[in-house]
């Protein structure tokens, strides 16, 4: 037991404490470096994490794949109609906003006559490259706290509606970011970047969503004009695509015609989205209500970070090479600005899922830069409870859908039922 230590920084082995010629003990000098390890944790309160080798991997991984399972009892779902259609629309057609999934898949289209299962295969491709990507971050963790959090987020209410979600293009824009960010850490800046502009194109809302996380990891990684760098130019382009009209009423119009010989009804008030102007937006719902849902969450999330980063000095200490509070401050940015998305839509639910992703987004690479150090017992409280705050938040689904109980019989027998007989996997007829 180690009553007293002082702080210590583990340094190069001295050449004159060994020189060549003079045999050197490696064991001694590992367990040497080893007790300077725990000394200077045990300074800052900070208890190395351990390496629990290819069992405890092994072990995350089928945590996690049961957790997947879980998540897609509670929420699994055919891509509604109204993805399928939002799906289809194309630069080629005359949309300037929300196109890239239908002008890359265009060809495919026009040759299978917009076939629905299509859409829905691209829909579920997207969703199992997430997954993966989650896998694969949980089995590379260095911290049991960074796979906690894996595992959390899907037995969470985010877990139900992220298969719930399956069609959505915000998906594509997270699993484009995680691209990116892979990109900015082996320092291939312009492709980063380049994978970033795409972003826009996909979904107007990259703006609140993915491009302050991004622009969070630049500051993280890079100096701070560099990191300004490689995240402007998806931020002007994100503004430009808001500037020009999403589409005409004929071009709509045409639209709809050309949807009609595909084998799924297309969702008429998806293409009309495309005519709306922001006040049409806010005479079919009401922005303040929507703010009073979202705002608890942003709110109680943003206070949660903050306590973390004030109860770990570590996570201070390894923000990077800008200042501390610059990254204080992206990192709350990046965490509430998908609440602002009440300005533009309705769906309240979505925006609050998207808060609640980007939280964990956030303390993920929070943890990642610390190294292999755990968080301290305050820190770990802070995010504990803040995980067992947001399983009182409930997630509501679309389409008079809802969450599937694991503890309802009757829940689990349709489920099964469902399954078996493939009405599961039926191409949805109301929405």
């Not at 004159?16 to 367990?31: G, L, N, V």
């Amino acid at each position: 037991m180690i009553d007293r230590v002082e702080r210590h920084e583990l340094v190069a082995v001295d050449p004159k404490e060994h020189p060549p010629d003079r045999p050197r003990d490696f064991a001694k000098e590992h367990e040497r470096l080893c007790y300077r390890a725990a000394a200077m944790a045990v300074a800052e309160d900070v208890p190395p994490a351990r390496e629990d080798g290819p069992a405890g991997r092994r072990i995350s991984i089928a945590m996690v794949a049961i957790a997947i399972l879980f998540a897609a009892f509670t929420g699994f779902r055919m891509p509604s109609r109204w993805c399928a259609t939002l799906d289809a629309v194309s630069l080629f057609d005359g949309f300037h906003r929300r196109f890239f999934v239908g002008t890359v898949l265009r060809p495919l289209a026009l040759a299978t006559d917009f076939d629905y299962w299509l859409f829905a295969g691209f829909a579920f491709a997207v969703l199992l490259a997430l997954l993966a990507v989650l896998i694969v971050a949980a089995a590379r963790a260095e911290l049991l706290t960074q796979r906690v959090l894996v595992i959390a987020w899907l037995l969470l209410p985010t877990g139900g509606f992220l298969f719930h979600d399956v069609g959505y293009l915000e998906q594509l824009l997270y699993l484009l970011v995680f691209a990116a960010i892979g990109l900015l850490r082996r320092n291939r800046l312009v492709a980063a970047a380049a994978v970033m502009c795409v972003t826009p194109w996909i979904h107007e809302i990259a703006v609140l969503t993915v491009i302050p996380v991004f622009g969070l990891i630049a500051l993280r990684t890079l100096p701070f004009r560099r990191a300004l760098a490689v995240t402007v130019p998806a931020a002007v382009l994100n503004a430009i695509v808001l500037l020009f009209s999403p589409a005409s009423v004929e071009v709509v119009e045409r639209m709809t015609a050309t949807l009609s010989r595909a084998n799924f009804v297309a969702r008429p008030d998806a293409l009309a989205l495309f005519t709306w102007t922001l006040s049409n937006h806010h005479q079919k719902y009401n922005v303040y209500a929507q703010l009073i849902a979202v705002r608890p969450v942003a709110i109680a999330l943003v206070g949660a970070f903050v306590a973390l980063w004030l109860a770990d000095r570590t996570l201070r200490r390894a923000a990077g090479p800008v200042p501390a509070v610059v990254v204080l401050l992206a990192s709350c940015v990046a965490i509430a600005a998908p609440g602002l998305a009440i300005l533009g839509g309705w769906d309240g639910n979505r925006w609050l899922f998207l808060i609640m992703a980007n939280f964990f987004i956030v303390v993920w690479f929070a943890l990642d830069n610390r190294g292999a150090r755990e968080l301290g017992r305050g820190a770990l409280m802070i995010l504990a409870t803040a995980l067992l705050v947001l399983s009182h938040f409930s997630i509501y689904y679309f389409d008079d859908y809802a969450p599937r109980e694991l503890g309802s019989r009757p829940d689990r027998k349709l489920f099964l039922r469902q399954v078996f007989d493939h009405s599961l996997f039926a191409m949805p007829t109301g929405a």
